[in-house]
């Protein structure tokens, strides 16, 4: 799951709203989930979370969608829709199509949903991470955040609709993925480039990013994710010839290393705004008084005020909507305590403005330390180190399609009344650029409501608020309807 660190503010419907050219729907009863639906609902998620779909040896993607693939056998869809591919025996994807009455009127929508999970310590946590655990209105489990809640209420959705014999006008595609949070075989990645055919859609909903905000248990506005910076990881290493520690020298390897990062603890990137960002911070700007309002519109204006710029990205979540980012994560260095060392290595993990190729940033960086006697190499999602690094920018804003704005707004609205629906930048990635990449849209929405301050996501004690969970699930029900019926 990509974190939101936006600065988290309320912005009007009615702003919100205009700003996606939008109107605010007539607010009508959602059809909501019955006991044996919620029932249901409920045994898929626990069956999900006690799957351990870490990258680990514990853990298999495959033995998860293959307990959803027998799911759908058993409610009888054709075993011919249910697709379980992949590149390794245990990251097999499954990709479940739920077709059309007759000729779709439209191109299919693809739900995308990561199934594997990062790795929970049962030392870490008060309760077993991979056990399913209902305690003073949670559920308890690792991915219970991240993202195995829409996983399971995605799954009951589709289950929910062919039990009820819905004739959608367009095909409708789930894809449980696997590898988003690490490993070598991402699912995503994989069926873009392998099985397109599989995943071609019209845009792409993405429930790993976005969702509702609350405050004290109130909705205060719904992020769905338009935009997000690439994740990249840089290799930075100095060398040296090494010696006995007994004899040392000025050239030294650590120290030559330590230079190059103190130069990136006081250097920022350039402060750059997208349409996405722009629309935000206008938005922010009515809501916020005083210096700092004064500011917002100091950068919005024409050029931007850059004092104001610093003077905001003291906050960092500002700071990492404002631009590019690097940062030192790791550090090795030296063979012997009684050794001048020979080589130093530090992880510098960058996340790069969307218009920006992680290659551009590397050479960015190598200019930055203008040392010759250090390298600076790519690290791939994979981990395989290279002299440069891909060219691939970050997905570009697509506009707002009605089509998905609209009912996501009108149910959110009936779900949460009153909330504001916000497009966002994300500051993390997820498996969306894979798909942005294609040319195909991706909106990241979770229909999840979270407190501001409980985001346990890769964390201890991950949990879920249970009527959160309900919520999704009207949401994603009424949700899968509307797009079907276009
Ligand atoms: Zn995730």
Same mark, same amino acid.
């Given at each position: 799951?990509?974190?939101?660190?936006?600065?988290?503010?309320?912005?009007?419907?009615?702003?919100?709203?205009?700003?996606?050219?939008?109107?605010?729907?007539?607010?009508?009863?959602?059809?909501?989930?019955?006991?044996?639906?919620? &029932?249901?609902?409920?045994?898929?998620?626990?069956?999900?979370?006690?799957?351990?779909?870490?990258?680990?040896? @514990?853990?298999?993607?495959?033995?998860?969608?293959?307990?959803?693939?027998?799911?759908?056998?058993?409610?009888?869809?054709?075993?011919?829709?249910?697709?379980?591919?992949?590149?390794?025996?245990?990251?097999?994807?499954?990709?479940?199509?739920?077709?059309?009455?007759?000729?779709?009127?439209?191109?299919?929508?693809?739900?995308?949903?990561?199934?594997?999970?990062?790795?929970?310590?049962?030392?870490?946590?008060?309760?077993?991470?991979?056990?399913?655990?209902?305690?003073?209105?949670?559920?308890?489990?690792?991915?219970?955040?991240?993202?195995?809640?829409?996983?399971?209420?995605?799954?009951?959705?589709?289950?929910?609709?062919?039990?009820?014999?819905?004739?959608?006008?367009?095909?409708?595609?789930?894809?449980?993925?696997?590898?988003?949070?690490?490993? @070598?075989?991402?699912? !995503?990645?994989?069926?873009?480039?392998?099985?397109?055919?599989?995943?071609?859609?019209?845009?792409?909903?993405?429930?790993?990013?976005?969702?509702?905000?609350?405050?004290?248990?109130?909705?205060?506005?719904?992020?769905?994710?338009?935009?997000?910076?690439?994740?990249?990881?840089?290799?930075?290493?100095?060398?040296?010839?090494?010696?006995?520690?007994?004899?040392?020298?000025?050239?030294?390897?650590?120290?030559?290393?330590?230079?190059?990062?103190?130069?990136?603890?006081?250097?920022?990137?350039?402060?750059?705004?997208?349409?996405?960002?722009?629309?935000?911070?206008?938005?922010? &700007?009515?809501?916020?008084?005083?210096?700092?309002?004064?500011?917002?519109?100091?950068?919005?204006?024409?050029?931007?005020?850059?004092? &104001?710029?610093?003077?905001?990205?003291?906050?960092?979540?500002?700071?990492?909507?404002?631009?590019?980012?690097?940062?030192?994560?790791?550090?090795?260095?030296?063979?012997?305590?009684?050794?001048?060392?020979?080589?130093?290595? &530090?992880?510098?993990?960058?996340?790069?403005?969307?218009?920006?190729?992680?290659?551009?940033?590397?050479?960015?960086?190598?200019?930055?330390?203008?040392?010759?006697?250090?390298?600076?190499?790519?690290?791939?999602?994979?981990?395989?180190?290279?002299?440069?690094?891909?060219?691939?920018?970050?997905?570009?804003?697509?506009?707002?399609?009605?089509?998905?704005?609209?009912?996501?707004?009108?149910?959110?609205?009936?779900?949460?009344?009153?909330?504001?629906?916000?497009?966002?930048?994300?500051?993390?990635?997820?498996?969306?650029?894979?798909?942005?990449?294609?040319?195909?849209?991706?909106?990241?929405?979770?229909?999840?409501?979270?407190?501001?301050?409980?985001?346990?996501?890769?964390?201890?004690?991950?949990?879920?608020?249970?009527?959160?969970?309900? @919520?999704?699930?009207?949401?994603?029900?009424?949700?899968?309807? !509307?797009?079907?019926?276009?």
């Amino acid at each position: 799951m990509p974190l939101i660190t936006f600065p988290r503010m309320l912005v009007t419907p009615a702003v919100a709203l205009l700003s996606l050219g939008l109107v605010s729907a007539a607010q009508t009863p959602l059809p909501t989930a019955s006991a044996s639906d919620r &029932a249901e609902a409920r045994a898929i998620f626990k069956e999900l979370i006690e799957i351990n779909t870490t990258d680990t040896p @514990k853990g298999s993607v495959t033995a998860a969608t293959e307990a959803m693939q027998k799911r759908f056998l058993d409610a009888g869809f054709p075993a011919s829709d249910l697709h379980l591919l992949g590149p390794d025996p245990r990251k097999q994807n499954l990709v479940v199509w739920y077709h059309a009455a007759g000729q779709p009127t439209e191109k299919p929508v693809l739900f995308l949903c990561h199934i594997d999970v990062v790795q929970a310590l049962r030392s870490d946590w008060h309760t077993d991470p991979f056990e399913f655990v209902e305690k003073d209105g949670y559920y308890y489990g690792r991915g219970t955040q991240d993202m195995k809640e829409s996983d399971a209420a995605l799954v009951a959705t589709f289950l929910r609709l062919h039990r009820e014999g819905y004739k959608p006008k367009r095909d409708l595609i789930l894809a449980l993925t696997a590898d988003e949070e690490g490993g @070598k075989f991402n699912g !995503a990645s994989w069926l873009v480039q392998n099985h397109r055919d599989l995943v071609d859609a019209a845009f792409v909903i993405n429930p790993d990013a976005g969702g509702i905000e609350l405050d004290d248990g109130r909705a205060m506005i719904a992020d769905v994710e338009a935009t997000e910076k690439v994740y990249s990881d840089f290799q930075v290493t100095a060398y040296d010839r090494g010696g006995h520690s007994s004899l040392p020298r000025p050239d030294n390897a650590i120290y030559e290393l330590m230079h190059a990062l103190d130069k990136l603890a006081t250097y920022s990137f350039p402060f750059e705004l997208n349409e996405v960002t722009r629309t935000y911070f206008t938005n922010l &700007a009515k809501r916020e008084s005083g210096e700092t309002a004064a500011d917002i519109r100091a950068i919005l204006a024409t050029p931007p005020d850059l004092a &104001a710029a610093a003077r905001l990205s003291a906050d960092p979540s500002y700071n990492s909507n404002f631009r590019t980012t690097c940062v030192a994560t790791r550090l090795s260095g030296g063979h012997a305590n009684n050794a001048l060392p020979q080589t130093a290595q &530090a992880n510098v993990n960058c996340r790069i403005f969307p218009g920006h190729s992680p290659e551009e940033i590397r050479q960015q960086l190598v200019a930055l330390f203008a040392d010759p006697a250090l390298s600076v190499k790519y690290v791939s999602d994979a981990g395989v180190v290279s002299d440069t690094a891909p060219d691939r920018k970050a997905m570009a804003p697509p506009t707002p399609i009605k089509a998905v704005f609209d009912p996501l707004t009108r149910i959110t609205q009936a779900i949460w009344p009153g909330t504001p629906v916000t497009p966002v930048m994300e500051n993390g990635a997820s498996d969306s650029i894979y798909f942005a990449q294609a040319g195909i849209p991706c909106y990241g929405y979770s229909a999840i409501a979270l407190e501001r301050d409980d985001d346990r996501a890769h964390g201890q004690d991950e949990r879920l608020p249970i009527e959160s969970y309900w @919520k999704s699930l009207d949401f994603f029900y009424s949700f899968a309807k !509307a797009l079907g019926d276009e």
